[in-house]
């Protein structure tokens, strides 16, 4: 198995939640699509994530991606996303922060005010505008793959808690959504961990009660992150979420494919229109704008084409050491 001594990476955060970019790994992985290149490199590299994600590197919160080399002309990245646990199709707080390493480090031509990457990841091309000024990137706004509904208004039987109605969409990741108002639930810091506990069961809950399958990407056939809704503290936001995924992990932005999900149930519902904007609050008081830029279809059904806008910042440029007699070498996890 191989083992590099040294691995580089440049870290960001996304309104409090990370993205560890590795940046000296640029290989090229086999596979005609970065989905088979993400397979490939999760049989045959996983402790390269294993290594960065968990401790002592890691915690188990931590996020990350590495990238590679595209699979389209005209692309300049393709994208593997990772946590803890696994690995993503799609992560928009990871776009979001990826596309600042790449454009503040000069991994693309920079235009200002106005940069232009094009980013592969598993689960589609997502093309990322940099508003640059003086070299600093000041925000991203990304045009995400097409989201969409699977269920609306839902029933869904979750044990130990009882019946709860559920929203469930595709926005790059697959979403279950609920009502933190319905189960009494008060969205403050003090409650994360029955948070995590209450959205793993009902995430749980719902795989196990319904079958979700896109149409296009094969791999995309469970749901993957529950999210509970609240009302907003920022009276610019419209509501407040967490996302909670993995093993347990929760999102302290605000959720980039969550919201692109989210903009699909509000079109269903005819709460939104095109050319529409939602604000939607995370749990460090960080917000995205998710817009709605046209219809479309996926498959079968009716679909949305989001575009979502934050912003990240870089947090340090690391150096991380490999020594092949460390029996901890390749991360833990309590």
Same mark, same amino acid.
């Given at each position: 198995?191989?083992?590099?001594?040294?691995?580089?990476?440049?870290?960001?955060?996304?309104? /409090?939640?990370?993205?560890?970019?590795?940046?000296?790994?640029?290989?090229?992985?086999?596979?005609?699509?970065?989905?088979?290149?993400?397979?490939?490199?999760?049989?045959?590299?996983?402790? &390269?994530?294993?290594?960065?994600?968990?401790?002592?590197?890691?915690? $188990?919160?931590?996020? *990350?991606?590495?990238?590679?080399?595209?699979?389209?002309?005209?692309?300049?990245?393709?994208?593997?996303?990772?946590?803890?646990?696994?690995?993503?199709?799609?992560?928009?707080?990871?776009?979001?922060?990826?596309?600042? =390493? !790449?454009?503040?480090? *000069?991994?693309?031509?920079?235009?200002?005010?106005?940069?232009?990457?094009? @980013?592969?990841?598993?689960?589609? &091309?997502?093309?990322? #505008?940099?508003?640059?000024?003086?070299?600093?990137? +000041?925000?991203?706004?990304?045009?995400?793959?097409?989201?969409?509904?699977?269920? @609306?208004?839902?029933?869904?039987?979750?044990?130990?808690?009882?019946?709860?109605?559920?929203?469930?969409?595709?926005?790059?990741?697959?979403?279950?959504?609920?009502?933190? $108002?319905? @189960?009494?639930?008060?969205?403050?810091?003090?409650?994360?961990?029955?948070? !995590?506990?209450?959205?793993?069961?009902?995430?749980?809950?719902?795989?196990?009660?319904?079958? =979700?399958? %896109?149409?296009?990407?094969?791999?995309?056939?469970?749901?993957?992150?529950?999210?509970?809704?609240?009302?907003?503290?920022? $009276?610019?936001?419209?509501? @407040? #979420? !967490?996302?909670?995924?993995? #093993? *347990?992990?929760?999102?302290?932005?605000?959720? /980039?494919?969550?919201?692109?999900?989210?903009?699909?149930?509000?079109?269903?519902?005819?709460?939104?229109?095109? +050319?529409?904007?939602?604000?939607? +609050?995370?749990?460090?008081? /960080?917000?995205?704008?998710?817009?709605?830029?046209?219809?479309?279809?996926?498959?079968?059904? $009716?679909?949305?084409?989001?575009? !979502?806008?934050?912003?990240?910042?870089?947090? /340090?440029? %690391?150096?991380? =050491? &490999?020594?092949?007699?460390?029996?901890?070498? #390749?991360?833990?996890?309590?």
């Amino acid at each position: 198995m191989f083992t590099p001594r040294r691995i580089d990476t440049i870290d960001t955060h996304t309104d /409090g939640e990370p993205t560890r970019v590795i940046t000296n790994w640029i290989k090229d992985i086999p596979g005609a699509t970065t989905a088979e290149k993400m397979f490939f490199f999760k049989e045959n590299y996983d402790h &390269i994530r294993t290594t960065l994600m968990k401790e002592p590197r890691g915690h $188990k919160d931590m996020y *990350g991606c590495l990238l590679t080399k595209p699979s389209h002309e005209g692309s300049d990245y393709g994208i593997i996303f990772m946590d803890n646990m696994s690995y993503m199709s799609m992560c928009g707080h990871g776009t979001i922060g990826v596309a600042t =390493v !790449i454009a503040e480090q *000069g991994l693309v031509a920079i235009e200002e005010p106005l940069t232009r990457i094009v @980013l592969e990841p598993p689960a589609g &091309i997502v093309v990322a #505008n940099v508003r640059m000024r003086n070299g600093r990137a +000041e925000s991203v706004s990304f045009i995400n793959v097409p989201a969409f509904v699977e269920e @609306l208004d839902a029933s869904l039987e979750v044990p130990g808690i009882g019946k709860i109605k559920v929203d469930i969409a595709f926005g790059g990741n697959y979403f279950v959504f609920y009502s933190a $108002k319905n @189960l009494g639930i008060k969205v403050v810091p003090e409650n994360i961990d029955l948070i !995590i506990k209450t959205s793993m069961r009902i995430m749980e809950a719902a795989n196990n009660r319904f079958t =979700v399958s %896109h149409a296009t990407l094969m791999n995309n056939n469970h749901i993957n992150i529950a999210t509970i809704l609240a009302d907003p503290r920022n $009276k610019k936001a419209d509501y @407040l #979420n !967490i996302h909670v995924f993995s #093993n *347990g992990q929760y999102d302290r932005s605000s959720g /980039g494919t969550a919201t692109c999900a989210r903009l699909a149930v509000l079109h269903a519902r005819g709460q939104l229109k095109v +050319e529409e904007e939602i604000w939607v +609050e995370g749990p460090t008081g /960080g917000i995205f704008k998710g817009k709605i830029l046209d219809e479309t279809t996926v498959g079968n059904r $009716k679909a949305i084409i989001p575009e !979502i806008t934050g912003t990240a910042y870089i947090t /340090g440029i %690391h150096q991380f =050491v &490999i020594n092949p007699g460390d029996v901890l070498k #390749n991360g833990f996890l309590f």
